[in-house]
């Protein structure tokens, strides 16, 4: 029996095309609350960004920040993991010598980027958000950092990840940009820390996403369902594939497994 169900936000909840939550969707989570079974959100956003695309629709906790950051609906802290200062001196050293690669620093409910070139202003547009505030890089310097965006391409992740940012991991959804946690984090480890906070079983989860970053929660999840609008590889990484987001993607599959 699902008791708890987890839900991406861009490309799951939220179409690309229109850039709002279908009607289904909304429908959909209305039942599953009224039927008991508890909702949550499992983005690669942080807070700020999260509530501009879901805060007005009621949620029972929140996975942010690619699992760096989970909290209750009444923001009740439930886990915080957060980068590690060597790392931070290092990529600050880093970006003396590469001063044209931006990076967004994400610290508490505050963010800035260090400087904006095309590919950050493609991203914005893509989901909606607002470019942060451009601040040097030493501005990340003794912060509690839960995230860095890099917008720097897979190939140079070897080097970035190998030499400068020893302690962390990539999470990608977009070919432009990696979500940078410190190493352990992910949505799977944050789904164990909600799901023990609650008391509820693995075996009892059930999960929708459909970006790189949702492959371990996926895969980790009691019943991992893909959108059909995600990637091949993503798709192999679910139990079930679903329609697209466009195309009624939650409703239907909540259907077939005869949840609502």
């Not at 959909?28 to 609350?33: E, G, P, V």
């Not at 880093?94 to 508490?108: A, C, L, S």
């Not at 164990?192 to 009892?204: A, C, M, Q, S």
């Amino acid at each position: 029996m699902i008791k708890a169900i987890f839900f991406d936000i861009d490309g799951t909840l939220v179409s690309f095309q229109t850039h709002t939550i279908p009607q289904s969707t909304l429908d959909a989570l209305k039942l599953l609350r009224e039927k008991g079974i508890k909702v949550f959100i499992a983005t690669g956003r942080p807070e700020s960004l999260m509530m501009h695309a879901v805060g007005h629709l009621d949620f029972d906790g929140y996975i942010t920040l690619n699992g760096a950051c989970c909290f209750t609906a009444s923001h009740e802290n439930i886990y915080k993991g957060t980068i590690p200062q060597d790392d931070i001196e290092r990529l600050i050293t880093y970006h003396k010598k590469h001063p044209d690669t931006p990076f967004v620093f994400v610290h508490g409910n505050q963010w800035f980027i260090t400087n904006v070139n095309d590919a950050v202003r493609e991203v914005a547009r893509l989901i909606e958000i607002s470019i942060p505030p451009v601040k040097p890089i030493e501005e990340a310097r003794g912060k509690e950092i839960l995230q860095i965006m890099g917008y720097f391409t897979q190939d140079e992740d070897l080097e970035v990840f190998r030499k400068i940012l020893t302690h962390c991991e990539p999470m990608r959804w977009h070919p432009s940009f990696a979500d940078i946690i410190a190493r352990g984090n992910s949505k799977s480890h944050g789904i164990d820390e909600v799901i023990r906070y609650y008391g509820i079983n693995l075996d009892e989860t059930m999960a929708f996403g459909d970006g790189g970053n949702d492959i371990p929660m996926l895969q980790h999840v009691g019943l991992g369902v893909a959108m059909g609008n995600a990637a091949p590889e993503i798709q192999a990484s679910a139990k079930y594939v679903t329609t697209s987001v466009d195309d009624n993607g939650i409703w239907n599959a909540l259907k077939h497994f005869g949840i609502i």
